[in-house]
């Protein structure tokens, strides 16, 4: 079983920065492939995508963000980040992470879905 634990959110006024950081724990097969992302859900809305990133280092942002927020992992302390740079009131939410991890074997493909608790971030106009 995998663990996701996600922090640096807060509250920041307009055109601030934060930077969130997401840490796995748990068993994590070698041969395993691992995409990082991370999603947000303003109040009275649906979770939506921000960003993601592979193990090849292949990223992926919502266009709402792209150009303002990064993504980036390390992969030996099993972490994932999320810089978010000129935080704009519509990016207030709770942001979670998530870590798909596929496993290929002899007897086939599994898919596993891991979500932290999130991590409200707080923009001031």
């Known amino acids: 079983q995998v663990q996701l634990v996600e922090s640096g959110g807060g509250l920041v006024q307009s055109g601030g920065s934060l930077r969130l950081s997401c840490v796995a724990s748990g068993t994590i097969y070698r041969n395993a492939d691992m995409r990082w992302g991370w999603y947000r859900q303003a109040p009275g809305r649906e979770r939506e995508f921000v960003a993601d990133i592979t193990n090849e280092d292949r990223t992926n942002y919502a266009d709402s963000v792209k150009d303002r927020f990064t993504i980036s992992r390390d992969g030996a302390k099993k972490q994932a980040y999320l810089e978010m740079n000129s935080l704009k009131p519509d990016d207030t939410a709770v942001y979670y992470c998530?870590?798909?991890?596929?496993?290929?074997?002899?007897?086939?493909?599994?898919?596993?879905?891991?979500w932290g608790q999130g991590t409200q971030v707080t923009v001031s106009s």
């Open positions: 998530n870590l798909h991890i596929t496993v290929v074997t002899i007897e086939g493909r599994v898919d596993y879905d891991y």
